[in-house]
């Protein structure tokens, strides 16, 4: 089993930044790849950013390509996603997601608000 911690999120102004971590833990795991999703009020939820673990470019959504940036520590099992020039229509509760040896996972979610 697997666990996903997600943190980092908050209330920022518009234009404002925030960066949210997930870091993953449990017995004798391997990651495929992590990658972050979204669910605004009223909303499905929607693919953001993902990374692969082995290497390769990441992928974003068309929504925040130049504005948020997606890493990760392998050593850490952890991924981060820088998000720069906020809107308020990023307002969601964002998701980590892992897929790896033992299955998937999903983490429980932090909220984002962007409001002035």
């Known amino acids: 089993q697997v666990q996903l911690v997600e943190s980092g999120g908050g209330l920022v102004q518009p234009e404002g930044s925030l960066r949210l971590a997930c870091d993953a833990s449990g017995r004798a795991f391997g990651i495929y790849a992590m990658s972050w999703h979204r669910q605004a009020p009223g909303r499905e939820r929607e693919f953001v950013a993902s990374?692969?673990?082995?290497?390769?470019?990441?992928l974003y959504t068309d929504a925040v390509k130049g504005r948020f940036n997606i890493s990760r520590h392998r050593v850490k099992n952890t991924i981060y996603l820088q998000m720069n020039s906020l809107k308020p229509e990023d307002t969601a509760v964002y998701y980590c997601?892992?897929?790896?040896?033992?299955?998937?996972?999903w983490g429980q979610g932090t909220q984002v608000t962007v409001s002035s």
């Open positions: 990374i692969r673990w082995a290497g390769g470019g990441p």
């Open positions: 997601r892992l897929e790896g040896t033992t299955g998937n996972y």
